[in-house]
């Protein structure tokens, strides 16, 4: 049995380590609000942009020749991983990881094996997860959250359109929790290059005729590199806000874990203190005994 000294000891630690997990659940609770209103703003946005998109092409000659919309065999793809700088959140990063490998596996497992995907990590720990599994990882963008607004995530998805215009890569797709509420993260992988038009609602798509002010190739040539960007920019506002979702529910119930085991401590405690005084008695009696026996 653990001596009084240590017994008091841990549960002067755990006091501690519940007071930073409650500091920090309050921290990520602030943090959650501020990144919710940001990507509930931007979501309806983001939705009617890419749908306009969507029709667009599948109607505009100028859309079907944009570099974005190149179908090509892919020999190479880059998956951009959207995770945290920092951990403490739960399984949040260890998810985006696991959905980054298994869309890996399911659809380019044949370019993996070649060495020919590249991994985008907007966040420190996907950069670490996917460097120690030996995949090429450009870091340019890791630092994405220390500052967060669209001009720093316009040059990640600069960089991607730019290198898919290039041919550096054939595919460029998106991994990514979705936040659904502060308990709740789905993750999601989506294509951001090529561009997938529209499908041709009931076979009268292709008869609609569309009126373009000013013109059709200002527009999409405006509207295409917009919408991308505003895409991979909804999905770091999505991670951001399910980031602070997902620590703040595991802040606490790490504060809801020390709690009850500071009652398991204390009754150890009691116990071990009862048993001492105990002792005590029972040697005093003892020594009372032999005296007068002497």
């Known amino acids: 049995m653990a001596s009084l000294k240590e ?24 943090k959650l609000r501020r990144a919710q209103d940001n990507i509930t703003q931007l979501r309806p946005y983001a939705q009617k942009l890419s749908q306009m998109l ?4 599948a109607g505009a000659e100028t859309a079907s020749e944009s570099p974005y919309r190149q179908t090509r065999t892919v020999d190479r793809a880059l998956i951009i991983v959207i995770t945290s700088d920092r951990g403490l959140c739960g399984a949040f990063n260890t998810n985006v990881v696991k959905g980054a490998l298994a869309l890996i596996d399911q659809k380019y497992a044949a370019q993996a094996r070649l060495g020919n995907v590249g991994i985008m990590a907007i966040g420190k720990k996907g950069a670490e997860a996917f460097a120690r599994r030996g995949f090429r990882v450009n870091t340019n963008h ?45 993750i999601r992988a989506e294509q951001m290059l090529p561009i997938i038009a529209a499908a041709p609602a009931s076979g009268k798509a292709a008869a609609v005729n569309y009126s373009f002010e000013p013109s059709e190739e200002e527009i999409v040539t405006e509207l295409i590199p917009k919408t991308l960007k505003t895409q991979l920019y909804k999905a770091v506002l999505d991670s951001n806000a399910s980031e602070h979702g997902a620590r703040m529910t595991a802040m606490d119930k790490a504060t809801e874990n020390a709690g009850e085991l500071l009652k398991e401590l204390k009754l150890v405690y009691n116990r071990t203190r009862q048993a001492a005084i105990t002792t005590e008695i029972l040697e005093i009696v003892g020594g009372a005994e032999a005296l007068a026996a002497a």
């Open 54 to 57: 969507s029709t667009v092409s």
């Open 7 to 30: 017994v008091r000891a841990r549960i002067s630690s755990i006091n501690s380590t519940q007071q930073i997990t409650k500091a920090m659940k309050m921290v990520a609770a602030a």
């Open 142 to 186: 890791v630092d994405v959250f220390s500052s967060l607004n669209f001009t720093t995530v316009k040059a990640a998805a600069e960089e991607a359109m730019t290198g898919f215009a290039a041919t550096e890569y054939d595919a460029v797709e998106i991994v990514y929790n979705e936040f659904k509420n502060a308990a709740m993260q789905v």
